[in-house]
């Protein structure tokens, strides 16, 4: 007998559906939101008045799976012991032994985030080369949807297609051909030509320099791919780390980034590393309000913000140019970096983020400002860019920094004394509602990656649904919802995994001319290291690494072209 | 889009080779008679590896407890059995792929089991290095593209990864020069390979490659640098250098000459570019490594004990282990058939293998389970040597009856948990 779940009596907030804490009752059937008929009664009841009904959290940027994440818990097994003794095993037989921390294993990962209320993590640079391995990665992670956004732009076929000047078309067919190949929710761009740039010996590449090889800037490289994902229908518009990251004055090469797009949609991630100016005695300062005024004034850019958290991480990149350079200032002094297949790099450098260092501190600051300086915040989504700003199991930390001027102010007083005098922070009143945490939390990333039945609770949504307990203390609340469900399911209760079902994968899968494959199967055969017809995934396959998950098509929208 | 499914017939699409980590796929592989030809290699890693297997009839292989024929059923049980009656399992071997470490891990967590491969020795030489100080490495492609000086470092990799050369692009039309930096004392090679160089050096590998180091450094050495001096000239004046090396030929403390040779690529790195390609990992250990990399966060050689998650890359070494007997029972996993016999030992054993192991495990507290091998008689994934790329692996037949190393372990994991409920 299929049975209808009713959660009694919570404040219900949805930003999707307009709706703003209101009391109301959510029902559940068969792994969907429903409504019922007149006079029909719910099967099993939970009370859950006191709390605050959300859908999922939904995390589009976080570094979960795929090479460089386990490079990273390769390079860092000493972050995986609890001081003198080894991490304890898990008590809950439902969970078997991961460590967790800012290199979790995928099924810490999968816990984790589940504990705190999120259903979906997407795995935001995935290379065509390695993307089985990164779907396995997601495959085991349980519980979660996931999906990847797959990394084009410093491949040597795309640059050498721009630089020759090839037709449109066939770049446009190409980048169709690799979102389907890899299994991919959409595209990311990492430096744009500049991952390309540094195995030619080149160390810096500003916006509209050319590549010292190909001749082609990143401005170039930008613009056409950001067209290309229009024309394909991808629901998730580029997505962008842009040139430069973590340079001092910066902020030129990112608004010069939002002018490359000429109005073509996009989203410029962790934008927190590239918002900086050159003022004051340091040569470093915030922009935060500059880029705030640009994405105000763009409504064709969402950002997410990359909030840095002072303590140890590991930063986890395909910027291998931005790696190398940065590499000097790894903690513990040791990372790793790597070019590959001809089609992007990576680099792992661990950091401790320190609140005492004037830098730091500052870009503690410059993240929290970009979230309270942005309008609308359906353009602006909560992260820390896992786990290269912080582990994401800081979120309900920084949850309560956005939601309590006092409490926020409190902290920023204890930072290195010339930022806790003078940032602009300082000045900033505004508080985040629930309403808003719950649109940069999971109705705008639903939104902005296509996802229609999911970061809502409208009726015909999938029952991926966090209880929280209304709490004043923001961090305490987000840190523990009473009840977590996955599709209708119980995962997660008062902060303790109950059941471990295999997430979905979410991709898409575009129209585009196959004409191009002769092309393809060219370049692979001259330059390649794999047989070309080994390169596409098949949806069996990728069930398989996947470990059996669904698997949820996003649709494109129409297109004109 | 059903274009971009891959075929389901097994014979359609390319062949990956299993036998060795760099995972060649563009070979023909023909059914003759009584076995399998290659076509468009002479690669006698390839050829020795598909000699085992028989391309028309089914392997007659049958589970055995004690050396006895036994079916399926009676073998994990009995495999449950040793399991269970073991205060302290070591998984050995762990010749498999992804599918068989996922499922050798939730085993692992179920009997706090110590998991080290064959080549468990080399395979930390490089994670060792890469635990203390990091590393710069590329891939195969990034060689044949982009290498214009390729020195292995030790020995020519050829002998052991015959294809090797031609997955740098050397003789492919590529332009690479390749260096080989070997000990005056080793012998010449066999077939003089067209532009290859020998630069011979006295003493042994670790001085060898400090010195490198040194001269590539540019630190005042005197006249002693020789050959090397002029070595780290090329290397300086290289646009892309990669320095090769093969992990199982390293000796002992073989962590210091890869940390040695990443410290090269670091100071190249800074003025030109450089990097290194390590080769190894073959039999599944690289695989089974990143597996239980990313489920735990903690590499090969950790166990869950009643503590915690205890990561000892030197206490659990599978041969220390044995050899201290501070393990009481083990589980052998060689599905790909050119991994060496499971050790002799009197602990009770458990063998997950490919047929041809059967006569290695005989005899009391033995029980042997014929397993299907990745790429032949089965599908799969295994990581390249260099780590980046995971390849799939397509059957040759599907109808060889075997099960797989993942079907297995997932039985007996079951059957623990019967005998635990």
């Given at each position: ?69 386990n490079?990273a818990?390769?390079l ?10 080894p991490?304890?095993l ?30 979906a993590a ?28 797959v990394m ?10 721009l ?8 770049i ?6 690799t ?14 030509g ?8 080149q160390?810096k ?24 994902l229009?024309?394909?229908g ?16 910066n ?14 949609p996009?989203?410029?991630t962790?934008?927190q590393f ?15 309000l500059?880029?705030?005024e ?5 409504a ?7 909030q840095?958290?002072f ?19 790894a903690?513990?002094r ?5 070019d590959?297949?001809?089609e ?23 993240g929290?400002?970009i ?5 609308d ?9 896992h ?6 199991t800081?979120y309900?930390?920084?949850i309560r920094?956005?939601?309590?001027r ?20 300082n ?5 985040l509602?629930l309403?808003?945490?719950?649109i940069?939390?999971?109705?705008a990333?639903?939104?902005l990656?296509?996802?229609?039945d999911r ?44 059941a ?47 470990n ?14 | ?12 699409a ?26 468009g290699?002479?690669?006698a ?32 049980a009995?495999?449950?059995?040793l399991l269970?009656a ?30 080290d ?19 710069f ?5 990034e ?10 470092v ?11 050369l ?7 039309g ?22 290859l ?17 040194a ?6 050495v005197?006249d ?13 004046a ?7 090396y093969?992990?199982a030929q390293?000796?002992a ?6 940390e ?16 290194a390609l ?7 250990a690289?695989?089974?490594?990143a597996?239980?990399?990313w ?6 050689r950790?166990?869950?004990a009643?503590?915690g ?11 220390r282990?044995l050899a201290?007997?501070?393990?009481d029972?083990?589980?052998w996993i060689?599905?790909f ?20 192991f ?12 014929p ?16 780590g980046?790329?995971?390849?799939p ?10 099960p ?6 997932k039985?007996?994991?079951q ?7």
């Amino acid at each position: 007998m299929t049975t209808t779940l009713r959660l009694r009596g919570g404040r219900v907030i949805d930003p999707t559906n307009g709706v703003d804490a209101e009391l109301r009752d959510v029902h559940v059937r068969d792994g969907r939101i429903v409504a019922l008929a007149p006079g029909e009664a719910a099967t099993e009841e939970i009370d859950v008045s006191g709390c605050i009904v959300m859908a999922g959290g939904i995390d589009m940027h976080t570094h979960i799976g795929g090479g460089k994440v386990n490079l990273a818990r390769l390079l860092m097994p000493e972050l995986q012991r609890a001081g003198p003794n080894p991490i304890a095993l898990p008590s809950n037989p439902l969970e078997l032994a991961s460590c967790g921390g800012c290199t979790p294993g995928t099924l810490a990962t999968g816990y984790r985030y589940v504990e705190m209320g999120y259903t979906a993590a997407f795995e935001p640079a995935m290379m065509a080369c390695n993307a089985r391995h990164t779907h396995m990665e997601m495959g085991d992670t349980p519980i979660l949807d996931h999906g990847a956004y797959v990394m084009l732009g410093n491949d040597e076929l795309f640059l050498e297609m721009l630089s020759r000047g090839a037709d449109f078309q066939h770049i446009r067919d190409y980048v169709g051909w690799t979102i389907n190949a890899a299994k991919a929710m959409g595209v990311k761009v990492v430096n744009p030509g500049g991952i390309s740039a540094f195995k030619f010996n080149q160390r810096k590449l500003d916006v509209d320099e050319n590549h010292v090889h190909w001749q082609v800037t990143p401005r170039q490289v930008v613009h056409t791919l950001a067209k290309a994902l229009c024309e394909l229908g991808v629901p998730h518009p580029l997505h962008i780390h842009g040139s430069n990251l973590g340079v001092a004055g910066n902020i030129q090469s990112t608004l010069e980034t939002i002018n490359a797009l000429e109005g073509l949609p996009a989203h410029l991630t962790h934008v927190q590393f590239h918002a900086y100016g050159t003022e004051g005695p340091k040569k470093f300062s915030s922009a935060a309000l500059q880029l705030a005024e640009a994405v105000n004034a763009h409504a064709n850019v969402s950002i997410d913000v990359g909030q840095i958290m002072f303590g140890q991480t590991v930063t986890a990149s395909g910027d291998t140019m931005r790696q190398h350079a940065q590499a000097g200032l790894a903690s513990p002094r040791k990372w790793i970096g790597a070019d590959i297949e001809c089609e992007a790099g990576c680099g792992v450098v661990p950091f401790r983020y320190r609140d005492q260092n004037f830098v730091n501190a500052l870009q503690w600051a410059i993240g929290l400002e970009i979230f309270l300086l942005v309008n609308d915040p359906w353009r602006v989504v909560l992260t820390t860019d896992h786990p290269n700003g912080g582990p994401f199991t800081s979120y309900p930390h920084l949850i309560r920094l956005l939601m309590d001027r006092s409490f926020r102010a409190e902290q920023l007083a204890k930072l290195h004394p010339d930022v806790a005098a003078n940032a602009a922070l300082n000045s900033i009143t505004r508080e985040l509602s629930l309403y808003e945490i719950a649109i940069m939390t999971r109705a705008a990333p639903a939104r902005l990656l296509g996802l229609k039945d999911r970061g809502h609770l409208g009726v015909g949504a999938a029952a991926d649904i966090a209880v929280y307990r209304e709490d004043a203390d923001r961090e305490a609340m987000f840190t523990t919802p009473a009840y977590v469900f996955k599709d209708g399911t119980l995962v997660a209760r008062a902060g303790r995994i109950t059941a471990v079902p295999v997430g979905g994968t979410h991709f898409v899968a575009p129209d585009y001319d196959r004409g191009i494959e002769t092309l393809l199967r060219k370049h692979h055969a001259a330059q390649g290291g794999v047989n070309f017809d080994q390169l596409a995934i098949g949806h069996d396959e990728l069930c398989g690494c996947c470990n059996g998950g669904r698997l949820l098509p996003a649709a494109c929208f129409e297109t004109t072209s | 889009m059903s274009a971009l499914e891959s075929s389901s017939g097994p014979a359609a699409a390319p062949w990956t080779c299993p036998f060795c980590p760099l995972l060649c796929d563009s070979f023909g592989v023909a059914a003759e008679a009584g076995g399998w030809a290659l076509t468009g290699s002479e690669c006698a890693r390839a050829r020795s590896g598909l000699s085992r297997f028989s391309s028309a009839a089914a392997p007659v292989a049958h589970p055995q407890i004690d050396g006895v024929d036994c079916d399926p059923e009676a073998a994990i049980a009995a495999a449950a059995r040793l399991l269970t009656a073991s205060r302290q399992p070591l998984f050995g071997g762990l010749g498999t792929d992804v599918t068989g470490a996922r499922a050798l891990y939730t085993l692992a967590c179920r009997t706090g089991a110590i998991a080290d491969p064959t080549g468990g020795t080399a395979l930390f030489h490089g994670l060792r290095a890469l635990q203390d100080r990091g590393a710069f490495t590329t891939t195969l492609a990034e060689v044949r593209t982009r290498a214009d000086l390729i020195v292995c470092v030790g020995s020519l990799p050829s002998e052991r990864y015959p294809e090797f050369l031609r997955r740098c692009g050397v003789g492919e039309g590529g332009t690479a020069q390749v260096v080989v930096l070997q000990p005056a004392a080793a012998p010449a090679m066999d077939s003089a390979i067209e532009g290859l160089e020998v630069v011979r050096f006295d003493g042994d590998l670790f001085d060898a490659v400090a010195m490198l180091a040194a001269c590539v450094a540019k630190r005042a050495v005197g006249d002693a640098a020789g050959a090397l001096g002029l070595l780290a000239a090329r290397l300086h004046a290289a646009r892309y250098a990669v320095l090769a090396y093969e992990t199982a030929q390293l000796p002992a403390q073989g962590a210091l000459i890869i940390e040695a040779l990443n410290r090269i690529v670091s100071t190249l790195n800074q003025r030109s570019r450089a990097a290194a390609l390590p080769l190894g990992g073959g039999d599944g250990a690289s695989t089974v490594n990143a597996v239980f990399t990313w489920l735990s966060g903690l590499p090969l050689r950790t166990r869950a004990a009643p503590t915690g998650l205890e990561h000892e890359p030197l206490r659990f070494d599978a041969n220390r282990l044995l050899a201290d007997r501070a393990v009481d029972a083990l589980l052998w996993i060689a599905s790909f058939g050119t991994e060496p016999a499971p050790p002799i030992t009197d602990l009770p054993r458990i063998v997950l293998g490919h047929p041809r192991f059967a006569a290695a495990v005989q005899g009391p507290a033995t029980v042997f389970i014929p397993v299907s091998t990745p790429g032949i008689g089965s599908a799969g994934h295994l990581f390249r040597t260099d780590g980046s790329v995971l390849m799939p692996l397509r059957a040759l037949r599907d109808d060889d009856g075997l099960p797989t190393v993942a079907d297995v372990l997932k039985r007996l994991t079951q059957a623990l948990q019967g005998a635990a409920a």
